[in-house]
């Protein structure tokens, strides 16, 4: 019985996207190369997995309208993490447990077991007593049909976690045993809790692996744990930390003891469009990480309705990236590799001496590229250096490299007519000789990668097909870029 309700509501979803889909393909803002739904709203990446020869990914999904509602998981494939092919969502509202109207299946994520495909999910549901999150199992044989698994809901928060604040488990395997992490909070402090099994039914809570002091938000959600080298790392989008949406820490951790000890922290990304990131194991050992792009284009109590929202969708991810840890234990977070496949119309200059005097920068069509280059600090007497991409109609996105300062902005306050907000971050030039900047722009954002990889700014700009000259100027004196070297991307949708 129910096992029918969850295939109806997932052919019923199917047959709205179908009905849809080729009229919101046409919207002039779609992404041209970064993954997004076919219709409707989209938020954080869930379940990624290289599983049975294709890279899949899921994400929270609701595929009737361009706003976050009753939540679905959506799901497409890939063989090289550019090019997806769409799959009918996988798991949808069906159960007593996942049907809050204002919820349904939360996010969550995928392990392999004896061939088996499995998403352990956060079910929400409005038992009586209010909004209540569990965790919750469903599995494939084939990786596109799954089954909700009949003992649901597997983990009910513990005592003292507020029912409402338990969610988002990240699941993997060590040894013989199944482990989970999950979002949670106490007293209005952020947590991930640690959780273990033999067979991924029966949960034991484990420790609580780190916490929040009030440092770091009022609450984790989507934690993510993983070994890296020989240190380990976790991450979590706090709520209510200022501008830290994505962090990073890395340390040491014990499976004896389900301890976690941090001796580094950062922000993954300090772009106003970053949140709620999530890893998985590529077949050749690399850690690629997918965050949502998340723009926020439509509230109740907002009047206007933003620009991919008036086109029948809204959000879509950033481009994954690969994690590589510094010796000194600080993250890096690398566009992967295989977007060098889409690389055209390449341009390079080897030396450039920007004045107060503005020049324009060539790179693609202007909207999508990709662009690279390193100052060179030590021929660098400038104050700042600025860089203005999508300019046209006295707009413009201004990336500004504040040398005096030390500071890295980017000003979207005139991108537009819509955006807002200007994203800042320190830039660390003492003892540097040169700072790497590393760019990708697409129809309606830019990510922007400095300092090793490590200083990264990630804004969704809804600038049109108008807005695309890219001028560059520096103030107070001379800025040398050398190496530079652009392209133009493919499209691959
Ligand atoms: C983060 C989040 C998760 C939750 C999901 C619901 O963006 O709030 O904590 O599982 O989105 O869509």
Redesign the pocket.
């Known amino acids: 019985m129910s096992k029918e309700r969850l295939q109806r509501n997932i052919e019923k979803a199917q047959h709205e996207i179908d009905t849809k889909k080729d009229l919101v393909k046409n919207g002039s803002m779609r992404q041209k190369y970064h993954f997004m739904a076919q219709t409707g709203w989209i938020?954080?990446p869930n379940g990624l997995i290289y599983f049975q020869g294709n890279y899949h990914f899921f994400f929270?999904y609701n595929p009737y309208h361009g706003f976050?509602d009753s939540?679905y998981w959506g799901h497409a494939v890939s063989r090289d993490l550019l090019h997806w092919e769409y799959l009918p969502p996988a798991l949808a509202p069906s159960e007593t447990y996942d049907d809050h109207p204002k919820g349904g299946c939360?996010?969550g994520s995928a392990i392999e077991r004896d061939g088996r495909l499995y998403l352990m999910y956060?079910a929400t549901t409005n038992a009586g007593e209010g909004f209540e999150q569990t965790q919750c199992l469903a599995y494939s044989e084939d990786g596109i049909h799954f089954e909700k698994y009949e003992g649901n809901p597997l983990v009910k928060a513990p005592a003292g976690i507020p029912a409402d604040q338990f969610?988002?488990p990240k699941i993997w395997k060590h040894e013989d045993f199944y482990y989970m992490v999950v979002?949670a909070c106490k007293e209005e402090r952020g947590m991930a809790l640690l959780y273990r099994s033999a067979d991924l039914i029966h949960w034991e809570f484990w420790n609580v692996l780190f916490e929040s002091r009030g440092e770091w938000g009022r609450m984790w959600?989507?934690p993510d744990f993983y070994q890296l080298g020989d240190k380990y790392v976790l991450t979590f989008?706090p709520i209510a930390s200022g501008d830290h949406t994505a962090v990073w820490l890395s340390g040491q951790f014990d499976y004896e003891t389900g301890r976690f000890c941090p001796e580094r922290s950062g922000e993954i990304d300090w772009g106003l469009d970053y949140?709620?990131p999530q890893s998985f194991l590529a077949p050749d050992g690399r850690r690629i990480t997918v965050g949502w792009a998340n723009g926020w284009e439509w509230m109740p109590q907002w009047k206007d309705w933003g620009p991919s929202f008036q086109e029948g969708w809204c959000g879509f991810f950033n481009v994954p990236r690969e994690v590589r840890m510094l010796k000194d234990g600080s993250l890096q977070y690398l566009p992967v590799r295989e977007l060098e496949a889409l690389r055209e119309k390449p341009c390079r200059i080897q030396e450039l001496f920007v004045t107060e005097e503005e020049r324009e920068l060539i790179a693609g069509d202007g909207i999508c590229f990709e662009m690279k280059f390193r100052i060179d600090l030590e021929r660098t007497d400038a104050k700042s250096l600025e860089l203005d991409l999508r300019c046209g109609k006295g707009k413009k996105t201004a990336c500004v490299f504040d040398f005096e300062k030390g500071q890295l902005s980017v000003n979207r306050n005139n991108a537009d007519g819509w955006s807002r907000g200007t994203s800042r971050s320190v830039l660390f030039l003492k003892g540097k000789q040169e700072l790497d900047v590393h760019i990708f722009s697409d129809q309606s954002s830019i990510e922007l990668f400095s300092d090793q990889y490590r200083n990264n700014h990630s804004n969704n700009v809804f600038a049109g097909n108008t807005q695309r000259m890219i001028k560059v100027h520096a103030y107070g004196g001379t800025a040398a870029i050398v190496d530079y070297e652009s392209y133009g991307l493919q499209c691959c949708f």
């Open positions: 938020n954080d929270q976050w939540m939360f996010s956060t969610r988002d979002g959600e989507c989008s949140y709620a």
